[in-house]
């Protein structure tokens, strides 16, 4: 049989990233830039908001991607990737760039704990793109994947 | 002095995604992908609909980077593309790949006439694609730039 | 409506690169080149001097590139990258190598704080090529990006 | 003993460049982008016109890297490349995009007929990019290499 799994939709993504950019704005932070992929790291949804560098997109991207790379929840990541440097440093390059370890990637769960995506925020500190990036996952009625306890 | 410019606001691009992909629905194409790039060629929005294709992005991406790239307007594009064959297989090289030159990529103008970024769309056919990206540019009040003489 | 913007024209870029090369003659330091970008981190105008090594153009485009990557002026750049050094590793790798983040690499603004574009120089001591880069950008009518505050 | 070679010096290179750009102007062309590069490839001054478009600078340095790739004067390149169009697919792969095999780029030769550098012009078409070139060229008091014979 093949194994049961979700998708998250356009608009629940949507959603993820307009809270995000709005929480940001509220918040009184930088101009945020936030990018949703599915569970095959493929971008459902992205903005980057008037006044957001250049980069940002990159760099939201290779947060979500990263947290979807290895599997863990994002706290477990950027734990590892201070405790293990040289090895993140490969993990870097082996995914041409693509992996970027500091929080505001969160990997994103379903009722059944299922992940069906990840979202990866960048524009302010990696704390306050994280606090914007979890607001963003419960807005759309689904859950950011923090601990490896939850 | 510097040259005065203008970018398409995140407000104008989500516009632009959001329309383009509902003409898509209700004229009952495959699900259609939109990105809106900056006149830099950096990405301000993109939305994948359910359903579509995993490199669906990244061929939106390419037909928006293209019309940026050389300057010209969607149909002097595409017309050059085919005339042309071995130069466009050499610049779709040397862009690394992000240079599509198929109908679906249009050069978006505000109302003095510059360019204030570019839209892709993947999904449907490529005319297809671009009957929505100018049905989206149009809901943003922008103007898609198809013809060399317009 | 979309965003009012502005870039830097090749006129003010050639003083820029121009007096950039002459400051370093003048003061004595090793050949220099400078590259400047527009704010989307396309080339405007670059110049190597005799005796200026190989690889010069390519460290001056990725002094220049980083410091409109993230949009941090370029000593709040440098410091991140002194107390981050393995965040601005990943950086690197995702920007393809494009971002080097030591002093010499400055975002130029217009009279109205709008960032135009940046300049990066290569050749001598970081802090000597910085002060070049500085030079070049005042004689353009233009001001040099550096602190955070300003 | 070693060879005596000869390189294009900045203030050369310059004057290429400039003639080059200020020729598009006078003959009422599209905004042209010139590179000069010495032997080994490396750039030694490029400038971008207002308003000539992002990947112009990559499509002319693709032209005068090219010309200097193989060692033929530029026609005998255009020449090959039609009647070869998959090996010169092939080389284009090979040198990572940075070999466009089209009039307008030009290897630059001094008095003894040595090649001291090249030149590759883009923004109008490949004919027109490739007057100006020469005409820079000359102005520089060199030689552009265009037949066999010469």
């Known amino acids: 049989m093949p194994v049961?799994?979700?998708?998250?939709?356009?608009?629940?993504?949507?959603?993820?990233?307009?809270?995000?950019l709005r929480e940001g704005v509220a918040r009184g932070y930088s101009p945020l830039t936030a990018v949703v992929l599915?569970?095959?790291?493929?971008?459902?949804?992205?903005?980057?908001?008037?006044?957001?560098?250049?980069m940002r997109?990159?760099?939201?991207?290779a947060k979500a991607w990263g947290?979807?790379?290895?599997?863990?929840?994002?706290?477990?990541?950027t734990d590892r990737a201070q405790r293990m440097p040289q090895f993140f440093a490969a993990?870097?390059?082996l995914a041409g760039g693509r992996m970027i370890p500091v929080a505001g990637g969160i990997p994103i769960r379903d009722a059944a704990g299922r992940i069906v995506g990840s979202v990866g925020v960048s524009g302010d500190?990696?704390?306050?793109?994280?606090?914007?990036?979890?607001?963003?996952?419960?807005?759309?009625?689904l859950s950011p994947w923090l601990e490896p306890s939850t």
Chains 1, 2, 3, 4 share one sequence.
Not at 67 to 77: C, I, N
Request: aromatic share 2%; charged share 25%.
């Open 57 to 61: 997109v990159d760099v939201a991207f």
């Open 67 to 77: 947290v979807l790379a290895m599997g863990w929840p994002s706290r477990e990541l």
């Open 38 to 54: 599915d569970p095959g790291g493929h971008l459902v949804a992205a903005k980057r908001s008037d006044g957001s560098s250049i």
């Open 91 to 93: 993990l870097g390059v």
């Open 125 to 141: 500190s990696s704390d306050h793109d994280e606090e914007c990036a979890a607001a963003g996952i419960e807005a759309a009625g």
């Open 4 to 20: 049961e799994t979700a998708v998250i939709s356009l608009e629940e993504a949507s959603t993820v990233v307009d809270v995000t």
